[in-house]
């Protein structure tokens, strides 16, 4: 499935909150908060554009994928 430009700004705004403070914790529910959409759609989306599940424990995915957003 196709994700328009405005999900895809949400996703990155979500994985950039990530990345800029990966030491903090970042649950689910946080990220919905940051990317104003549900949570569902949120974890379809985000492992859609990323590969990976949100997960807090796995950070691997800002590297493995840098280059597809350049």
């Not at 990966?22 to 949120?42: C, D, G, K, M, T």
């Amino acid at each position: 499935m196709a994700q328009g430009p405005k999900l895809l700004r949400c996703l990155l705004r979500a994985k950039d909150c990530m990345d800029a403070t990966s030491q903090e914790e970042w649950p689910v529910e946080r990220l919905v908060r940051i990317s104003n959409v549900s949570e569902a759609h949120f974890a379809r989306s985000f492992k859609e554009a990323f590969g990976v599940p949100p997960r807090s424990d796995d950070r691997s995915f800002g590297e493995a994928k840098a280059g597809s957003w350049c």
